[in-house]
């Protein structure tokens, strides 16, 4: 790294690179990190190439810092208020026990209620 940076720091730097993972913006001459695409923006990215193109100038802030193996991880939506329609507690996601439970409820009642008229009717 050619320059020192510190978390928290915002900077404008250059996109250099876009894979399905993210974008590698240059910083420095000699420095690039990566913003990856769930740092992009707030919701859900499938293509980053909606957001990014390769030359653009792009503010970023730095959210980590790895000297060790020289990385550097970077947010554009860091920068941005949260909407309130991105909050996490706006909209909670069910656990899969949840939905098992949930569903269950329903199916196997009914099949409960209608196993006896099964019942009767092979008998005949």
Known sequence: MAK?????EELTGKVTGIQPYGAFVSLDEGTQGLVHISEVTYGFVKDINEFL????EVKV???EVDEKAGKISLSIRALFDVPPDARKDSNPRKTLQAKVDERD??????LK????????????
């Open 105 to 110: 409820a329903e199916g196997f009642n009914s």
């Open 4 to 8: 020192k940076y510190e978390v928290g």
């Open 61 to 63: 802030k730095v959210l």
């Open 53 to 56: 193109t390769i030359g653009e």
């Open 113 to 124: 209620d209608k196993l006896q008229d099964w019942i009767d009717k092979s008998s005949y």
